[in-house]
């Protein structure tokens, strides 16, 4: 058989399983199919409708509109193809070399090309079907204020596909090549590199940045000027992401729907140049760079025994971490476990850390808005706009990392059964766990917001203590709904979260953030009616009604699925699906 005829049975195959799961699980879990139904169908309504006001309005800014709305289309672009390339290599790195299919697959007689296309398939399928479906309410609003006729829809989705299959490509490739060329420590070494250098540019950004606007002031214009200045990047004609967005606005410009081909030729062209990359790399690479993942995996075990035999038995038993004393050396060990586990794991710690840098750049850059600032109400829609921000990336952090945890433990569930530790107590542990890092981060990240906007020290503790409270329900709701609606089949964390389960994760995490901004909003109402900040608005009846029922919100939604979920592992439902 051909590569070509292989990668075509692997396709069926896998086709025939999708559809066989996805038919029981819509014939048996009619909750869970309603429920991913309405929330699809109300994120396209909300975003459409968002995606349009925000348009109109930046279309009808007078010289300048047009100009930005085509500049937001080009960022946003290079924002999708970024992610894409991303999201690929993480997905196909746990797909191809972290993943028991791939070694019986290995065992098959199938080339070890036709695997490694396969899997690449698989994991740009996996990661784009989002990001589509992200973008496409944004194009319909698109096309709306434009005006443009329905062949912009079938133009824009011909060439979409070759775009999707250049930036799957990359990633791809990307992956494979450090596999194969790249130790842990050069990994590291080069992401160590690449963050210093983020972390220079952006801070003599914000330093020339201050100084012009110390120089000039802060015009409208000289505004308009650094916006799209800072922006330079999403335009460079070397981007592909460069050549799909002129070619879409392009399109949407009258008389002006063939008048170049030179993008849509770039994009096909090097499309077609990436997937014979592939073709060569599945045949040349792969194998090689799977050999060389099992090696290090191999000397790592290696040295991890060597170690732990210089150090002997006794010296190990005497040795007791500080941890130990307080909550007891079996959850200290657990402890120890799931932070080794994340942490040697790069597909989880890299994800993580870029969410919490972009974070900390975010909070960093808003002393430059504080300076446009001079009404309390404008000042406090921006805080609370940023509080709003750090708990969607927390609750979005929490459903990605916390809700697979208990899941991960996989069919070796049983040993902890049989253990002395309990696992209702398992439960407890990483709730801590998750809410004190993730906390942590996320309250610094705050504070940091705080300073630069100048709230001062008791605004700012109101704004910390507000994100803790969501991290505690944030946090126990991935955690209850992880034991509630476990994959103990699943070792991919990316896949356990597309469930059921963890989409209810993600709803329910929006809900009780609407819900909560809403309350907190209301605690302080005067600000936004009489603009002006009252010192002793907790003890307002606004602000006493709102705070406590701030606190039995949270309460309600922390205790809720860890009582359920504790009483599910008491019965031990789940180690009869072991």
Known sequence: MS????????????????????????????????????????????????????????????????????????????????????????????????????????????????????????????????????????????????????????????????????????????????????????????????????????????????????????????????????????????????????????????????????????????????????????????????????????????????????LGKAEGLKTVPLLSHIIGRPLAAISKKDYLTFFREPAQWIQFSLVFGLLALYASGLRQMNRDISEPRDLYIVAFLNLAVCALALSTLTTRFVFPQFSLEGRKLWILAMSPLKLPAIVTQKFLTSTLFSGAAVILILLIGGYNLQLGMKESAFFATAITLLAIGLNALAVGLGVLFPNLDESNAAKIVSGFGGTLCLVGSFIFILCFMMLLAYTRWGIFTENKVNPNWIDTPRGFIGTTILLILTFIVTATPLIFSKKKLKRLEILSNL
């Open 3 to 310: 590569t070509f005829s292989q990668w075509l049975l692997l396709f069926r195959v896998h086709t025939k399983i999708f559809f066989r799961k996805a038919t029981l699980v819509a014939r048996h879990s009619r909750l869970m199919t309603g429920t991913i139904i309405a929330f699809l169908i109300t994120y396209l309504i909300a975003s459409f409708w968002l995606f349009s006001q925000g348009l109109d309005y930046v279309s009808k800014l007078p010289a300048a509109g047009s100009l930005l709305s085509d500049r937001l289309i080009s960022v946003m672009f290079f924002c999708f193809m970024l992610m894409l390339i991303f999201s690929v290599s993480i997905t196909g790195y746990i797909s191809l070399y972290r993943n028991r299919d791939t070694i019986w697959l290995l065992n098959l007689p199938v080339s070890h090309r036709a695997i490694f296309l396969w899997k690449s398939f698989e994991a740009a399928m996996f990661s784009s079907w989002g990001l589509l479906f992200i973008l496409a309410p944004l194009l319909v609003a698109f096309a709306q204020n434009r005006g443009v006729s329905p062949l912009f829809y079938v133009q824009t989705l011909a060439l979409l596909v070759p775009f999707l299959i250049l930036a799957s490509s990359i990633g791809s490739l990307l992956m494979v090549l450090s596999i194969r060329w790249l130790n842990m420590r050069q990994l590291q070494i080069a992401l160590g590199v690449l963050v210093i250098i983020l972390i220079g540019s952006t801070a003599f950004t914000a330093i020339e940045g201050q100084k012009a606007a110390d120089d000039t002031g802060l015009s409208a214009a000289l505004t308009f000027q650094r916006v799209l200045q800072h922006t330079n990047i999403s335009v460079n004609r070397a981007m592909p992401s460069t050549w799909l967005a002129a070619t879409l606005i392009d399109w949407t410009r009258p008389y002006r729907h063939f008048s170049t081909l030179l993008y849509p030729a770039l994009l096909i062209s090097n499309s077609l140049m990436a997937g014979l990359a592939l073709f060569w790399a599945g045949k040349t690479i792969f194998y090689k760079s799977w050999n060389r993942s099992l090696q290090r995996t191999a000397l790592a075990a290696g040295r991890q025994q060597s170690k732990n035999n210089r």
